[in-house]
């Protein structure tokens, strides 16, 4: 069973453009969660799809953004990039019913503004 | 709310020496309990997960970890560590449903001397 993907690994953006990451979930997942890695603030939620439909979400500006597709692929997007947004961006998909609390994580994208 | 606490930024050890990684957790019912570790530059790796049970949990790589609901913790253990152990360790917690998103600490950053 192939794990989740995220693409692209390595993204440079300048400050004050927007760009989109890519995350595939695992096979028969229908939760897709993106998460927020920086060394001074850890692990931050950014939000999660279901279904396609936002189910949960983190405390971020409206700069960010995701969708889900109906194949449960999930795309997030980032519009006026900051300086400050430079992160590893990770992608985690769970399974559905009680066990649902698992995450699987992506490699993930590390994304450096300039 | 759920939380998580590792009191631990930053853990030094022998190569072969034991290890044991503290985790505290906030959670008004049974939790379910998560360790993983990350690599740098890579995701998140599930080693193990508490959902009920046998308090004494195995995971993978010789790992283990210890639920104990009177101390709300659930401590990291591994017998005797190896060089290939060094990466980041997360405790995270969560709740029966998937609708429930897991809460992850902070992070303990293990380093192995030779």
């Known amino acids: 069973k192939a794990g989740v993907t995220q693409t692209p690994r390595y993204l440079i953006k300048t400050r004050g453009q927007q760009v989109t990451l890519s995350c595939s979930p695992i096979?028969?997942?229908?939760?897709v969660s993106w998460y927020q890695q920086t060394p001074g603030q850890g692990l931050q939620f950014l939000f999660e799809?279901?279904?396609?439909?936002?189910?949960n979400k983190g405390n971020f500006p409206g700069r960010f953004s995701g969708r889900q597709f109906s194949n449960s692929r999930s795309e997030m997007n980032v519009s006026t990039l900051e300086l400050g947004d430079s992160a590893l961006y990770l992608c985690?998909?769970?399974?559905?019913?009680?066990?649902?609390?698992?995450?699987?994580f992506g490699q993930g994208t590390r994304l450096t503004v300039v | 709310a759920q939380s998580v606490t590792q009191p631990d930024i930053h853990i030094t050890v022998s190569e072969g020496a034991s290890l044991e990684l503290r985790c505290n957790y906030s959670y008004g019912a049974t939790p379910y309990l998560f360790w993983y570790v990350q690599s740098p530059g890579q995701g998140l790796q599930l080693l193990l997960k508490?959902?009920?049970?046998?308090?004494l949990v195995q995971g993978i790589k010789g790992f283990e970890a210890e639920f104990k609901r009177s101390q709300s913790s659930f401590n990291l253990r591994k017998p005797s560590v190896h060089w290939s152990d060094a990466a980041e360790y997360f405790c995270?917690?969560?709740?029966?449903?998937?609708?429930?998103?897991?809460?992850f600490g902070r992070g303990t950053s293990l380093i192995v001397h030779p």
């Open positions: 799809y279901f279904s396609e439909t936002q189910r």
């Open positions: 096979s028969g997942h229908r939760s």
């Open positions: 508490y959902f009920s049970g046998d308090t």
């Open positions: 985690a998909s769970r399974p559905a019913g009680d066990r649902g609390t698992e995450a699987f």
């Open positions: 995270a917690v969560g709740g029966a449903g998937g609708s429930y998103i897991p809460t």
